[in-house]
């Protein structure tokens, strides 16, 4: 049973992202995972090895997709022919649902291929959650939205940024991809609560959590994804499932990728708290 | 904010102290970022300006191992700024960040010079690979196809992943050479402790330059270079363009010495290869 109404692919276990210096491991050695996020744009081409190795990944796994240039933040409307690819793509991998981010990233037709923050006002919910309903009724499956690692904050922004997220959530009617690693890096970044962040989302629409690595510099941190997840992301991430329930998980790894099973073992990790919270249910 | 984020970092990396007007930059950053108590408004937008073209810079280099090789460290350095602050980004994905090189190596040659030429031969070749690695593969057309329709009125398509080459420098010799050095160059770095001498290898040659007819496409998805003779060339050329089968194939042997039945016998043997090959496809409708 979903632990809440944007869930209801619970079982969907824990995942890693499918990256390239994996391929050859995972098709001939075909290991057991519960499932692989695949970054949208890069099957979104005409042909080639990238379409013949997802192909073969589908004959054996259960596939997410994940974007990173829907932009939903952004002023202009989706670009039609980006839309076209991105269907033609959730036909061909049969995603339960898909996530991108809650940012904006191209102006004029230039892209930064960043996840740059918005400023939090009302006016920008409105057109964003505008957006993602667009998106998903022309893609026609649920849409999640996820919230970015950030390293500056706007004058302009008229609340925190989890009432932004919620506000767009609520008006967009979409699910969450609750990021735990990117509001520890913001909550760094920006000074306030992690806790206050997760206790203040609507629970019931997380539908997908992500958990990574970062780096710690003198003055910040950044979002690497090229470091084991570190103990503060874990203790929230225990805290996110107590209060969403039991969520598909991923684990993001995009530099300095070691070898699968490295990977796959940090992903796994999640599990210790999803137990923890299955045995805290049956005790109670 | 964009606007900042896509103007060039200066020789140091770091975000330019004025804004195009000439204001101070930290007063532009300060209007519509809040500093916290560790960073300026100033510093955090240079977080994200310094982050977008360490990204963009980092894929150019990835792409272009050639044209590196070609002009050496600094000077592919300067050309990869020059030429993303003129064509930044028009697409969703990196893999077309160079689709705009030939074009700006075309119109300024200041930046390449005195290679100029073979930069822009190298340019070319390696766009065409990433071309060949995710373009379109359409329907191919079979031999039977061909057999079946009178060369005087066939008209044919070629696949979209398929770049034919006109070079001025064999490239792709050039280009082979550079990976087995690198190969051999990561292979010497792993066994540094056991030999470290290895790891001295020698340095590539420039092409001379030398007249060649390169094919660069894709087959059972793994991607190839192949040679082609001028006349093949002008054959597959002149078919692309929309020409007849026949036509194509006249042009192209209208000044040779060879006899009718060698020239049948060959465009057969090359037709032969290239339906094998996948690369003729239906052609697309004229408007």
Not at chain 2, 156 to 178: E, K, M, N, Y
Request: with cysteine.
């Amino acid at each position: 049973m979903p632990a809440n109404a944007f869930n209801n692919y619970t079982d969907y276990g824990i995942g890693i992202g499918l990256r390239v210096p994996h391929y050859r491991h995972i098709l001939e050695k075909k290991p057991v995972v519960d499932w692989f996020e695949i970054i949208s744009e890069n099957f979104m081409c005409d042909g080639g090895r990238p379409l013949e190795v997802l192909d073969q990944i589908l004959e054996q796994y259960r596939v997410v997709q994940h974007g990173v240039s829907m932009y939903f933040g952004n002023a202009d409307k989706p670009d039609r022919e980006h839309l076209k690819r991105l269907k033609a793509l959730v036909k061909r991998t049969q995603t339960p649902w898909l996530s991108d981010h809650l940012c904006w990233g191209s102006v004029d037709g230039r892209y930064t291929h960043d996840l740059l923050p918005m400023p939090y006002t009302f006016a920008a919910a409105k057109v964003t959650a505008e957006k993602i309903r667009l998106v998903r009724d022309f893609v026609e499956v649920p849409v999640c939205v996820e919230n970015v690692s950030s390293y500056a904050e706007f004058h302009a922004s008229e609340m925190t940024e989890w009432e932004f997220l919620s506000e767009v959530a609520e008006l967009a009617d979409c699910g969450i991809l609750l990021d735990v690693n990117n509001i520890y890096v913001s909550s760094k970044n920006h000074g306030f609560d992690p806790y206050d962040y997760l206790n203040n989302v609507p629970h019931h629409r997380v539908g997908q959590i992500h958990i990574a690595g970062h780096s710690k510099f003198k003055k910040y941190i950044l979002d690497t994804h090229d470091h084991p997840v570190l103990d503060p992301v874990w203790k929230m991430y225990a805290h996110a499932i107590k209060l969403c329930g039991k969520t598909a998980t991923l684990l993001e790894w995009d530099d300095r990728i070691p070898s699968f099973d490295e990977v796959h073992n940090e992903a796994l990790k999640a599990n210790k708290f999803v137990h923890e919270l299955e045995t805290a249910k049956v005790s109670a | 904010m964009s606007s900042a984020l896509f103007r060039p970092l200066t020789a140091g990396s770091g975000m330019q102290k004025r804004w195009m007007d000439g204001r101070k930059m930290s007063e532009v950053a300060a209007q519509f970022i809040k500093p916290n108590d560790r960073l300026t408004s100033f510093e955090r937008l240079e977080i994200y300006n310094r982050q977008y073209w360490f990204r963009i810079l980092d894929c150019f280099y990835d792409d272009y191992p050639g044209l590196r090789a070609v002009l050496g460290g600094r000077k592919f350095e300067k050309l990869a700024k020059a030429y993303l602050a003129q064509f930044p980004s028009a697409s969703f994905t990196l893999r077309n960040l160079g689709g705009r090189l030939e074009k700006f190596l075309r119109e300024d040659s200041s930046w390449t010079a005195p290679r100029s030429e073979l930069a822009l031969d190298m340019a070319r070749f390696e766009w065409a690979q990433i071309v060949a690695f995710d373009g379109a593969a359409l329907p191919p057309v079979t031999p039977d196809d061909l057999l079946d329709s009178p060369p005087g009125k066939l008209r044919l398509g070629l696949q979209p992943h398929l770049t034919l080459l006109a070079l001025d420098f064999p490239v792709d010799d050039f280009s082979i050479a550079i990976k087995k050095r690198d190969a051999l160059r990561a292979e010497a770095s792993n066994a540094m402790d056991a030999a470290p001498k290895a790891a001295r290898l020698k340095k590539v040659s420039l092409p001379k330059r030398e007249k060649v007819f390169v094919a660069v496409h894709r087959c059972d998805n793994t991607l190839y270079y192949k040679r082609l003779a001028a006349e093949a060339f002008e054959i597959l050329t002149a078919i692309r363009a929309g020409k007849t089968v026949r036509r194509a194939c006249e042009n192209a042997f209208r000044s040779s010495r060879k006899t009718a039945p060698e020239i049948g016998a060959q465009i057969q043997d090359w037709f032969q290869n290239w339906s094998s090959l996948g690369w003729f496809c239906k052609p697309r409708k004229r408007p």
